[in-house]
Nanobody, 118 residues
Framework: QVQLVESGGGLVQPGGSLNLSCAASRNIFSGYIMGWYRQAPGKQRELVASITRRGNTNYGDSVKGRFTISRDSVKNTVYLQMNTLKPEDTAVYYC????????????WGQGTQVTVSS
């Protein structure tokens, strides 16, 4: 089993920055693809960013150039640095871990709220 805990969300003004953290209960980066997803009210969940065990990254079109995903294997933590935030970024952000061996082996955090407003 893997437990994921997100933190770092909050209320920021447009153009501001936030750094989200996702702490895993154990070292899983060698066997799981880590990702950040978000879901806004009335909208479908969408991929924000992901990072493979080899460090390859993928970003959603709406956040390219503004968000950066990274990880710290010693701390068992993945981060999402969010810059130049827009009101459209307002959503609940979820951390996800997907096994590279068993596709159905997935874990989700509880989510952290990000609100971008004046």
């Amino acid at each position: 089993q893997v437990q994921l805990v997100e933190s770092g969300g909050g209320l920021v003004q447009p153009g501001g920055s936030l750094n989200l953290s996702c702490a895993a209960s154990r070292n899983i980066f060698s066997g799981y693809i880590m990702g950040w997803y978000r879901q806004a009210p009335g909208k479908q969940r969408e991929l924000v960013a992901s990072i493979t065990r080899r460090g390859n990254t993928n970003y959603g079109d709406s956040v390219k150039g503004r968000f950066t995903i990274s990880r710290d294997s010693v701390k068992n933590t993945v981060y999402l640095q969010m810059n130049t935030l827009k009101p459209e970024d307002t959503a609940v952000y979820y951390c996800n871990a997907r096994s590279v061996i068993i596709m159905s082996d997935n874990y989700w955090g509880q989510g952290t709220q990000v609100t971008v407003s004046s």
